[in-house]
């Protein structure tokens, strides 16, 4: 699909931004990183288990590092790139690899299967793409608090995702030689809707909507906060969910 009949629900500007913050707060230290985290070890995992070769390696969006440290101990000859030197909607400025591996990205651009046939096309004949990022399931108490607080108006405060069948579905249409999608949930416990805001902005998963919603009032806020901490436990906690949606792919 040209870029003109795309429909533009994500801003490049401030996915950008977003991005750049969590790498600075990243290399700060201290900072939550855990969503990058599981999907380094999920990758690391599956490709163990797949005891898949992977001399070329491309990785997109390894903010911490860690999937590159590992492939790099196994003699591996890589490409690290994000979204704030590449652009995933156009085809990529490398080609011929064993493996070409996204982490937390693709969630937020205009054309998904765009950016996969660009994925496919990067890769060697036999080659396996491995694309995780947050998807549809998530965040359910935080979206829960925030409809509560907007009220009889609510605000378009969170992304558009995809769940398991829009996921198979796209990697049905791609034309990769065989394909698995799955997903997983993260479970994490917070005292406080401020936490969990201050985790999401260190990982770059605040809002980057080209329709900017209106800011809570003050009011509002304290409606968000009371909403947010009357599905707390006995122990005072909210449990909040993150899915994780994995596609995996190989090209014939």
């Not at 977003?18 to 999907?39: K, N």
Request: aromatic share 6%; charged share 25%; with cysteine.
């Amino acid at each position: 699909m040209t870029s003109s009949l795309l429909p533009h629900i994500f801003a490049a500007q401030r996915r950008r931004l977003r991005t750049a913050r969590a790498v600075t707060l990243i290399e700060r230290g201290g900072s939550a990183r855990f969503i990058f985290d599981d999907m380094a070890d999920d990758i690391i995992e599956r490709l163990d288990f797949m005891r898949q070769r992977t001399a070329r390696s491309a990785i997109i969006g390894d903010v911490t590092g860690q999937l590159e440290r590992e492939l790099s101990a196994q003699a591996n000859d890589f490409i690290s790139a994000n979204c704030l030197t590449l652009d995933e909607e156009r085809p990529l400025p490398f080609g011929e690899m064993d493996l070409v591996a996204s982490l937390a990205s693709l969630d937020t651009v205009n054309d998904l299967p765009g950016a996969l046939i660009h994925l496919r096309d990067a890769l060697a004949p036999g080659g396996l793409m491995i694309a995780s990022f947050v998807a549809a399931g998530s965040l359910p108490r935080l979206r829960q608090a925030l409809l509560a607080a907007d009220g009889e108006r609510p605000a378009a405060r969170f992304h558009p995702m995809i769940d398991n069948r829009g996921g198979a579905s796209l990697m049905q249409r791609i034309g990769f030689a065989r394909q698995v999608v799955d997903s997983r949930q993260l479970s994490v416990r917070y005292g406080s809707m401020e936490k969990l805001v201050a985790d999401l902005r260190a990982q770059g998963l605040t809002n980057c909507l080209t329709s900017v919603p209106p800011a809570l009032g003050k009011a509002a806020y304290r409606a968000a906060q009371q909403a947010f901490l009357t599905q707390a436990d006995k122990d005072g906690r909210v449990t909040e969910s993150f899915e994780i949606l994995t596609l995996t792919g190989w090209k014939s």
